[in-house]
């Protein structure tokens, strides 16, 4: 099948593999064990990776906290950072946030916590799915003291406005943390998070391994505290004990070096790509396909390997059962253990029945022209016959 689920996962590019092995069998070692060599040459190989990821973020190596991914991070910036907060604290986040970052907030207000959930700018509109300053602004409370929206989102691809947002908050010294999992290595974001204290990262979604990616925390701006989910030997800096992934930490930087390398190209291909088969089903469906989320002219509104469409009538799961050739994700549920419809989709004003008519296209580094255009003909013919078959039933 052709891999169009580059949301879910990314392929580990094989360069990025070819950087990782030596540390499984050769440089073992244990990057805190600097008694001999082994631990040296793990540990010099760690720091060099920490400064990759620095870089891409504009931060001082030592705020980069490597963890095991993500949720871990997603976690370690709202349950670290809220649990050091005054009880009854306000905290604000948009309402298509990962489940990472909603669930660790839903804890807090279990804990006495207050939080605010803003709402995208709805579907139809040309910036639908994207969390405007002016919402946010409007959510401020005197006692809100952390701020969550992420980079991009993973269902609907639409970007937000990091710095205007890390500009209120800067004002107010409120806390802002940025999940930009899947803007990394995908849209420029140096200068837009130039001014976030806490920003959380994944390898596997721009070609890297599988269980590692990390958090940085910079505190040069807010003074804040955090304290760790995790305490065992003290390792970075206290904040995430655990012997260190040494070849995911090498494999992560790597693949991000090679992102940056060729962002600009990569992000003009990937939105052509998109584009292309947007208007390829357009062309042979019309109105029985519609677009979820913002425009497709503006990759700083909307990731360019991103489409998410719906097919008025049909249901996103049924679709996919049709399609097996393809590997996509419809918009019914972000993990197939969960029956709802996306919360994301819902959140843009779509009604249930509309987000289970949806499915989720990520456009990767490893698609061709010529998968798109198969990808076209082989979702057109399966809508056409789901559509037939929905009128033979009905006639
Ligand atoms: N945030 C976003 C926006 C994501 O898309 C994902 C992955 N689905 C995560 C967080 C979690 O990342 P990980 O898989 O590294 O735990």
Redesign the pocket.
């Known amino acids: 099948p052709i891999y169009l689920d580059n949301?879910?996962t990314t392929r580990c590019d094989p360069r990025v593999r070819d950087v990782m092995l030596p540390y499984f069998c050769e440089e073992f070692g244990n990057a805190a064990s600097i008694t001999h060599v082994f631990g040296e040459r793990a540990k010099d190989a760690v720091e060099k990776a920490r400064e990759t990821i620095a870089a891409a973020v504009d931060a001082d190596p030592r705020e980069v906290i490597f963890t095991s991914?993500?949720?871990?991070s997603?976690n370690l910036a709202i349950l670290g950072v809220g649990r050091c907060l005054p009880p009854g604290s306000h905290l604000v986040a948009s309402s298509i946030e990962?489940p990472?970052v909603l669930e660790p907030l839903q804890k807090l207000s279990e804990e006495g916590h207050t939080v605010t959930l803003v709402r995208p700018v709805q579907n139809g509109d040309p910036q639908a799915g994207r969390v405007l300053a002016e919402s946010v602004e409007e959510a401020l409370k005197p006692n809100t003291r952390l701020v969550s929206i992420?980079a991009a989102n993973?269902e609907i691809g639409s970007v937000q406005p990091i710095r205007e947002i890390a500009a209120l908050c800067r004002e107010r010294g409120i806390i802002f943390h940025v999940?930009a999992?899947?803007a990394l290595g995908k849209v420029p974001l140096r200068d837009e998070l130039r001014e976030v204290d806490l920003i959380?990262l994944?390898a596997?979604?721009v070609y890297g391994p599988k269980g590692v990616?990390a958090l940085i925390v910079r505190r040069r701006q807010a003074g804040f505290k955090i304290q760790p989910l995790i305490y065992g030997g003290g390792h970075e800096r206290g904040l995430r004990s655990g012997t260190l992934n040494v070849p995911g930490i090498v494999g992560f930087a790597h693949a991000v070096a090679l992102a940056l390398a060729d962002l600009e190209n990569e992000m003009v291909r990937l939105q052509q790509l998109r584009n292309l088969l947007f208007h390829l089903l357009k062309e042979q469906l019309g109105e029985r396909v519609q677009l979820n989320g913002p425009d497709l002219s503006r990759p700083d509104w909307r990731l360019p390997g991103n489409l998410n469409v719906r097919f008025p009538g049909i249901e996103g799961e049924t679709l996919l059962l049709h399609v097996p050739e393809l590997a996509l994700s419809s918009g019914s549920a972000c993990s197939s253990a969960d029956p709802r419809p996306s919360h994301v989709l819902l959140a843009l004003g779509l009604s249930e029945t509309e987000a289970r008519a949806s499915i989720r296209v990520g456009i990767g580094r490893f698609n061709t022209e010529e998968e798109i255009r198969y990808a076209a003909d082989v979702l057109c013919s399966a809508v056409r016959q789901l559509v037939d078959l929905q009128s033979a039933l009905e006639g």
Do not use: F, I, P
């Open positions: 949301h879910a991914g993500a949720t871990e997603n990962h990472s992420m993973n999940d999992v899947q959380s994944s596997h979604k990616g």
